[in-house]
């Protein structure tokens, strides 16, 4: 069924939408710009008034994807967690409730082959969302001597890359049913394994 948004006068934000549901059922390369168009109740030529090509139809995408990214991540951290590990936590489980919950997002943003350096709005965006999970690692190894506190950047790197990992192997479609144990289990488990191993919370946290 045709989208409504471009009868509401806004073209571009429908073309988003259709664009979103296209790549949740298709894939960021299943689709063309006229069936964008179509899905959105339009003409084949009506997106190049707002976007030259598909590529930069899903950089909307994404980068409306991050922004709500960081929106739920910085709630997440902010949230009136009782202590940093509680907030990193916290953190851990927005990217995966994000996942879930925003299927054609997530695939625009990490999925779809295009550099976050594509444009420099997608850019900002992405880097406010990697800045979150930094801000938190920085709160968690705060209490260490400065000799002995690992990297922020890089530990924050690795706990977004072993989210990253849980969403696709665990938690795409039916969460859970590839695995003995839910997403946000083996994530924090894995998380809470990884900070013991760089000392930064103790063995019966």
Not at 73 to 100: S, V, W
Request: glycine content about 10%.
């Amino acid at each position: 069924m045709a989208k409504q948004g471009y009868h509401h006068g806004n073209l571009r934000q429908a073309l988003v939408e259709a664009t979103l549901d296209l790549i949740a059922e298709r894939g960021p390369q299943g689709f063309s710009m006229a069936e964008a168009a179509k899905l959105a109740g339009v003409s084949p030529a009506a997106p190049y008034r707002h976007f030259p090509g598909r590529e930069a139809l899903i950089a909307e995408a994404a980068r409306q994807g991050y922004e709500i990214f960081v929106t739920r991540m910085e709630a997440a951290f902010d949230g009136g967690q009782p202590n940093p590990l509680a907030a990193f936590m916290a953190t851990g489980r927005a990217y995966l409730e994000f996942a879930h919950s925003n299927a054609g997002h997530y695939v625009a943003m990490f999925e779809s082959g295009l550099s976050v350096n594509c444009s420099p709005e997608l850019a900002d965006a992405a880097g406010r969302a990697q800045a979150i999970l930094i801000r938190s690692a920085e709160a968690l190894s705060a209490h260490l001597p400065p000799d002995r506190r690992p990297p922020a950047a890089m530990f924050a790197a690795h706990v977004w890359a072993m989210s990253h990992g849980v969403v696709e192997l665990f938690a795409r479609g039916n969460p859970g049913a590839r695995a003995p144990f839910p997403p946000e289990e083996l994530l924090e488990s894995g998380i809470a394994v990884y900070l013991r191993g760089l000392g930064l919370i103790p063995p019966d946290s």
